[in-house]
């Protein structure tokens, strides 16, 4: 069975860092490219970020370039999202998604975290 | 950036019925283009990609059509599972826009 487990969610102020972590199970890791996707509280879905199975080719979404950074670990399974100078609007569930081929979202999903950026 | 576009943002329907969505595309997304289904306190489900390919264990009655700029998910027959919000994202160009979603409600 497939699964995603994101971690690393919480409360941090504005301007300060979390990195996220996403395990993957029951699948060929390296063969899946990735995807960070987020819901701010009561609104729609936003594609943060994609990354190819070898790591090699990394896309993000206006909103988040220059301030976060997507990396995988193919050796332990792990997908990571390291986010700096977080802004209020940055709050939302941060979802990690298995891109079953370059479609910038996925046909499996964990079950998210929550980041709230608050002072 | 392409803006995606969604209506009706509501839809009262009753079980049984042939629900119509629509979204629309700023500018040409070829067929990159994705439909999924959430609802509330789950993650979202693919249902739909390159415009009108099932993903894995979707049932039949989810159908996608369109291109360029222009695309429909149809559900044939209302099921009560069925009753949900849905999006469309287009992932043309490599970046990935989604639209604001559906919510298709029971009448």
């Known amino acids: 069975e497939v699964q995603l487990v994101e971690s690393g969610g919480g409360l941090v102020q504005p301007g300060g860092s979390l990195r996220l972590s996403c395990a993957a199970s029951g699948f060929t890791f390296s063969s899946y490219d990735m995807n960070w996707v987020r819901q701010a509280p009561g609104k729609g879905l936003e594609w943060v970020s994609y990354?190819?199975?070898?790591?090699?080719?990394?896309y993000y979404a206006d909103s988040v370039k220059g301030r976060f950074t997507i990396t995988r670990d193919n050796a332990k399974n792990s997908l990571y999202l390291q986010m700096n100078s977080l802004r209020d609007e940055d709050t939302a569930v941060y979802y990690c998604a298995r891109d079953p081929g370059a479609v910038l979202g996925g046909d499996h999903w964990g079950q998210g975290t929550l980041v709230t950026v608050s002072s | 950036e392409i803006v995606m576009t969604q209506s009706p943002a509501t839809l009262s329907m009753s079980p049984g019925e042939r629900a119509t969505l629509s979204c629309r595309a700023s500018?040409?997304?070829?067929?990159?283009l994705a439909w999924y289904q959430q609802k509330p306190g789950q993650a979202p489900r693919l249902l739909i990609y390159?415009?009108?390919t099932r993903a894995t264990g979707i049932p039949a009655r989810f159908s996608g059509s369109g291109s360029g700029t222009e695309f429909t998910l149809t559900i044939s027959s209302l099921q009560s599972e069925d009753f949900a919000v849905y999006y469309c994202?287009?992932?043309?160009?490599?970046?990935?826009?989604f639209g604001p979603g559906t919510k298709v409600h029971i009448k």
């Open positions: 994202q287009q992932y043309n160009n490599w970046s990935g826009t």
């Open positions: 390159g415009a009108s």
């Open positions: 990354i190819s199975r070898s790591g090699g080719s990394l």
């Open positions: 500018q040409s997304v070829s067929s990159n």
